[in-house]
């Protein structure tokens, strides 16, 4: 008899989608794969990865919002987070949100949670501040 699960790594077979620009494929398996259950937060971060490649901020968001709640010391899912609201252009969100992220791990990077899909022609990328220019005009803001 079959098994009913994959042979393959879902995650790592929704971040190739990713990478070939197919982050709306990505986003619908990585959807049912938390409907069924079968998701966790690695699958729910993958899936603000996938929404964010596809052009759907409001839904990366959304996804952000989720992961955030349920893992509230998890320092990638406050990146995400960080991530989806910069795609919103709330900026003083999204700062709160990355620092929030930088003192849970101080060695995380936002790169961690880079899409390399981000950059393909049938995802038009978010725009985008590097965090260091994020962080200064914080720093610039306040003194």
């Known amino acids: 008899m079959a098994s009913v699960f994959s042979e393959t790594d879902p995650i790592a077979e929704a971040e190739d989608l990713i990478a070939r620009g197919e982050a709306r494929a990505a986003a619908a398996q990585l959807r049912a794969r938390l409907a069924s259950g079968r998701g966790g937060l690695l699958a729910r971060l993958t899936l603000v990865k996938a929404l964010l490649a596809a052009g759907d901020p409001d ?75 994020v962080w200064n005009h914080r720093r610039n803001a306040t003194h």
């Open 59 to 133: 839904g990366a968001l959304d996804e952000a919002r989720e992961a955030a709640s349920i893992n509230p010391g998890i320092a990638v899912a406050a990146l995400a987070l960080g991530e989806a609201l910069l795609a919103k252009g709330a900026l003083p969100a999204a700062i709160a949100e990355l620092q929030r992220a930088s003192r849970l791990d101080p060695t995380l990077e936002r790169r961690a949670f880079s899409s390399p899909g981000r950059g393909s022609k049938r995802a038009k990328p978010p725009t985008r501040l590097p965090f260091s220019k």
